[in-house]
C-alpha cells in the first residue's frame, strides 16, 4: 500500500467539496487538514467534519491512519 502525501489529500478535498481550499500536511500516516468552503455555511462543525471524512470514506483508519481536521466557512 502507498502511504498518501498530503499533496493527495489536498487535491481529493479541493476535487471533490465544490469551491474548497484546503491546506494538509502530514507524515504519511497523521494529517492535520485545513479546509475552507461556502459549502460549510450554515453546517454545524460536526456536519462540516463530516463533508470532509466522507471524501476518505473507509481510508481513514486504516490508509489514513489519523486525520484531524479544522473547518471554516468561506
Not at 491546506?23 to 463530516?50: I, K, M, N, P, Y
Amino acid at each position: 500500500m502507498i502511504a498518501p502525501t498530503p499533496d493527495e489529500l489536498k487535491e481529493r478535498i479541493e476535487s471533490t467539496i465544490p469551491g474548497a481550499q484546503a491546506e494538509v500536511t502530514g507524515d504519511g500516516r497523521h494529517f492535520s487538514a485545513l479546509v475552507v468552503s461556502e459549502r460549510f455555511a450554515g453546517l454545524s462543525r460536526l456536519a462540516q467534519h463530516r463533508l470532509v471524512y466522507d471524501v476518505f470514506g473507509s481510508e481513514v483508519g486504516d490508509r489514513i491512519h489519523a486525520l484531524s481536521i479544522r473547518t471554516k466557512p468561506e
